[in-house]
């Protein structure tokens, strides 16, 4: 049974909605959360579009929806202020105005581009995410961040702006490339390992029929990862303190992309690194039972998911990604260790005591 | 005295200074409202940067902060996306930061746009405003629209974000060019007529003193204004009711600065004439009494502003503009009238109804 769930927010409230062959009656759901019928844009890439536009289109259509679609490169080289302008004069182009919404049909990338349009176009419409990945599903897809790179930083430009509404199809995981599909996992895990101990005895049991991509097993854990994710933004929408628990393994997994070039590892990939590594530094530093690190490091390893460091990880862009961080935190880095499974905290810890834990 | 309130928003508050001499002490206040001093940046342009930019320096670092300047072209041509990429590439090669702040010294064109950048780097850095014209400080500091424009629209590209504190230092009112100085009373006089008809009684005592910009007289009316401002906001940030009622005026007053070439009439003289135009249009078709009109009519005589309508008006622009209006709001024009001074309300008028008023 698709599930359906309320997240309140400050200001705003954010629908979800999880389940099989949802895509193909977004627009009827998008009016259920109030979604004016207008003029609207679909933001989706070349690679998603073949697959999900007219499906994404027809539903809206029949809903009274006039959606146009605006597509944009794959990949995160789109993620640009270049892109921004361009959709821009797309939606100019095609008259959309204040009671227009867009629809965010893609992975990440997509959901990242299209947040920061919704959000500034006219002074923000309405947004909603069907994200087609399961990074995007457990994940990216609920919390209101969006942005896109400068030349010289990640995500430098962006704002919170939270969807009215998340879709999530877990149809669409069914031709997911393996390698997309196993790095979701990774944010999965997190959940299991921060917030909820009993998350990970059922993944142990499930995980099988979750990489076979059952839909029951795909739609409970889809389900499950969105609900702590809600909890936790419900709390902390901007990241003043709670929400900061969810970069458990993202320090070392963010200086790990940074240091071995983008697309080397993935995502969740370089997570899933850093979170064994952080598993371990907890082991060191804040009690975590060598059991409990055991059983995440296997976890991780059924996910299919990579968890040792890279041979060359000791080298000067990894140091300079940590430093950096280091310095955006006045001088010493915020780690996220956890004292058990399921009981994460905040620790101050050195450069040399990271780099001292990885060896 | 410098006047001080707070302003509750949903999520944010926002703090308002009005006083002389603010401006030499804007570093303190600063940290009296809780921002932290640390690296920031005072956007400005080349026109007040040889007045002030020093002034506000000298008083950030004196009270901890490290400014840097960011100097934008002055003029509307400057509030376009490639000027807020060229202010993130100042931002990140002076490695500012989340805990970073902007303060935007100048008009309202650098208001706009310092907070379309406040509001987009990072997710969200701190914003003061510190304007340093009568627009600005009675109207466009507070309240937390901003936005840049792109080929075909004006401000097609902003956010809502609000500032965390607005220093309204009315020394720097004394230096403004007349014609500035005056467009600046229209959204004076715009707040007596739709919220507060004693105003309209001590406008017309006090208007000598203000036109001699009397220090006084500027800091009642500055403060004055903020409050009633601040009063919409705090139960309409994002415009759904009640803020509409600030676009007394200017449903005409846009279509006339489209329709005459941006900077044949500044801003505030386009809303005078309409302002003019709706008070006629009250009394035909809201009863607004002819002795009402004709005291805002002469309140915006003696502030020096025009009211009639240019000569060649009724031409294909303005309709056009109209039209463009009507359109947004699915096939009316709402539009702003009074039932007395100091009662507003909103009639969806037809456009042959706006233009037979007209003539």
């Not at 959606?67 to 794959?74: A, H, L, Q, R, S």
């Not at 270049?82 to 182009?93: A, M, N, P, S, Y």
């Not at 309405?126 to 599903?137: H, K, N, S």
């Not at 997911?176 to 009993?198: D, H, M, Q, T, W």
Request: with cysteine; charged share 25%.
């Amino acid at each position: 049974m698709p599930s359906s769930f309320k997240v309140e927010l400050s200001r705003d409230r954010c629908e979800v909605r999880v389940g099989a062959g949802l895509l193909n009656n977004c627009g009827a759901l998008a009016r259920q959360s109030g979604v004016e019928p207008t003029r609207c844009a679909i933001v989706t890439d070349a690679n998603v579009a073949p697959r999900y536009l007219s499906a994404a289109t027809d539903s809206l259509r029949a809903a009274g929806f006039d959606p146009v679609g605006v597509e944009i490169d794959p990949g995160e080289l789109s993620k640009s202020l270049g892109t921004v302008g361009e959709i821009f004069d797309r939606l100019v182009q095609h008259e959309l105005d204040r009671k227009s919404s867009i629809f965010a049909l893609g992975g990440g990338v997509v959901g990242d581009i299209a947040g920061l349009v919704a959000s500034t176009f006219m002074r923000g419409i309405t947004l909603v995410q069907i994200p087609t990945t399961l990074v995007g599903q457990v994940d990216s897809a609920l919390g209101g961040k969006n942005g896109v790179n400068h030349r010289d930083a990640k995500n430098l430009i962006g704002t919170f702006y939270q969807p009215r509404l998340v879709i999530a199809d877990i149809s669409t995981l069914a031709t997911l490339p393996e390698r997309e599909f196993r790095e979701g996992l990774a944010e999965v895990i997190k959940y299991a390992a921060i917030l909820e101990a009993r998350m990970v005895d059922d993944l142990e049991r499930e995980m099988p029929a979750i990489i076979a991509r059952g839909p029951q097993a795909l739609e409970a854990i889809v389900t499950r990862s969105l609900r702590h994710k809600a909890d936790v933004i419900e709390h902390d929408e901007r990241e003043h303190g709670r929400r900061a628990l969810l970069n458990f393994g993202h320090t070392i997994g963010h200086a790990l992309e940074s240091s071995s070039g983008y697309g080397t590892l993935l995502h969740g990939e370089a997570v899933s690194i850093g979170m064994r590594a952080a598993a371990r530094l907890s082991c060191q530093l804040t009690g975590l039972p060598s059991d409990q690190e055991r059983r995440l490091l296997k976890l991780l390893r059924i996910a299919g998911l990579p968890v040792e460091m890279p041979e060359d990880w000791h080298n000067e862009h990894f140091i300079r990604a940590l430093r950096l961080d280091k310095k955006r935190s006045d001088g010493g880095i915020n780690f996220i260790l956890l004292s058990e499974i399921g009981r994460p905290l905040i620790r101050r810890l050195e450069l040399d005591q990271i780099l001292g834990g990885l060896r």
